[in-house]
């Protein structure tokens, strides 16, 4: 039910805004969450932003690079992603939630896309 877009191959230092899409979701009812998972590694809680877009949260290592933000009435979701580091580099993955407060456990969020690739190399 969400479908991400976006990624691509980005020189460090470089920009990238990855785009979700939630066709058959009402993502008004919903907290959303940007997750990344790089080879071997668990995967981590990167952003996530309130139904009304009046609370956002992000994870230190991206907090003043990337902004979350969302059109309810297009049923999206989107990751500005700036100064782009090799560290950066994973499969990105849009999720919904149902709470109160924005979580960051992978195991709070119900529904989740495929993933779109992000690679940040020279």
């Known amino acids: 039910q969400l479908v991400e877009s976006g990624g691509d191959l980005v020189q460090p230092g470089g920009s990238l805004r990855l785009s979700c899409a939630a066709p058959g979701l009402t993502i008004s009812w919903y907290i959303m969450g940007w997750f990344r998972q790089a080879p071997g590694k668990e995967r981590e809680f990167v952003a996530g932003?309130?139904?009304?877009?009046?609370?956002?949260k992000y994870s230190y290592s991206v907090e003043g690079r990337f902004t979350i933000s969302r059109e309810n009435d297009k049923n999206m979701v989107y990751l500005e992603m700036n100064s782009l580091l090799p560290a950066d580099t994973a499969v990105y993955y849009c999720?919904?939630?149902?709470?109160?407060?924005?979580?960051?456990?992978?195991?709070?969020?119900?529904?989740w896309g495929p993933g779109t690739q992000v690679t940040v190399s020279s």
């Open positions: 932003i309130s139904p009304s877009s009046d609370d956002v």
């Open positions: 999720a919904s939630a149902q709470h109160y407060l924005i979580r960051t456990a992978p195991e709070d969020y119900t529904y």
